[in-house]
């Protein structure tokens, strides 16, 4: 499998009823000619990295992901028991505080909801900084 490789510039981001539309600009020197022989309606898979000011891939970490990951760490659900002082010995418990502690109904309000994001990035912050410490 070969792929089209080429910059390009995300101009527009529209929802219709079946998804999103996502326009992007291309530099006339940089489109393939192969995607302008390709019909209106072809399938592509994409991969894309967003590109820094300095040419190098932006990093991209999910909120909802790592909260995930941390309500199943064992250490993580210690770290809120020293914290709040009482129990927390499941997942379960720990998704409870995290909705509590950032007043959210689902991890996923981790996406769009700045209040959530900058609560759950002090809980992150806060438990890198404290995890190794001695109880």
């Known amino acids: 499998m070969t792929a089209l ?26 489109i393939p000619e192969e995607l302008m022989r390709d019909f209106v309606g072809a399938r592509y898979g994409v991969a894309m990295v967003r590109v820094n000011e ?24 210690q770290w809120i028991e020293r914290l709040e002082g009482q129990s927390c010995e499941d997942e379960d418990r720990a998704v409870a505080w995290l909705h509590h502690t950032c007043m ?23 438990y890198e900084r404290e995890k190794d410490e001695p109880f």
Request: hydrophobic fraction near 35%.
């Open 54 to 77: 300095d040419e190098t891939p932006r990093n991209y970490e999910s909120r909802v992901k790592k909260a995930g990951m941390l309500c199943r760490d064992v250490r993580f659900r």
């Open 5 to 30: 490789q080429f910059e390009a510039v995300k101009v527009a981001l529209k929802q219709d009823a079946t998804g999103f539309v996502l326009t992007v600009k291309i530099h006339p020197d940089e």
């Open 104 to 126: 959210i109904k689902s991890r996923t309000e981790l996406n769009g909801n700045q209040m959530a994001q900058k609560a759950f990035d002090q809980i992150v912050e806060k």
